[in-house]
């Protein structure tokens, strides 16, 4: 009996879990979003650099060189929203100075959620938190003892802008979009090709650009991120 209880309590859970995404590619998408716009956080606070590559029909294609991030170890969760919170709260203590170097480190932005699928119970992801680390730490960043230091070389993102307050249902609704918008172009075959060569392990990334007590003008973005051949766009 518990066996049977617990059988049909999976089979509901792998329905609401797995009909979400699909059911959510309805034609929602015509709220534009404002590509080529830098978030105004970066005006007070550093961010990474990027060129901007193509400005496409609701996304756009940016050339990030070089970053640095301090990432979390994996946090397996069913919300993304709490996942970033679990993160963001390590990643705090980190830049108020609870780190090998007892170093104070400036706030920057976006705090960025990896999102991953997980072996984990139904519906759980695995997500990684991470803060930009500012260029004066980059060379010698404070380690810590439970993140790690992320160097990438030149990355590439498919970005897509929203507002307002980032929840679980509206991740996945702005994922879902950037992928519909992306259909059909050279930038969705490299994306493809770039998650299946295992170059990256994350389905979608949030960069959110406000810290959670700032109400208005608040911008964040879906990235899928890649690598690609620079040969192939020049
Ligand atoms: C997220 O955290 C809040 C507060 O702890 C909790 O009430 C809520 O159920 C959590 N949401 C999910 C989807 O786990």
Redesign the pocket.
Known sequence: MASLSFFISAVLLLYLCGGSSSSRLAPVWQRGSKAGSLPPSCERIECPSYDLVQEGNGFEIRRYDSPVWMTTSPIE???L??ATRTGFFQLFDYIQGKNKYNEKIEMTAPVMTEVSPSDGPFCASSFAVSFYVPAKNQADVPPSENLHAQRWGVRYAAVRQFSGFVS?YSVGEEAAALQASLAGSSWSEAIKKSQKAGDTKSSYTVAQYNSPFEFDHRVNEIWLLFDMDESHII
């Open positions: 969760d069913i919300s929203v709490n679980d």
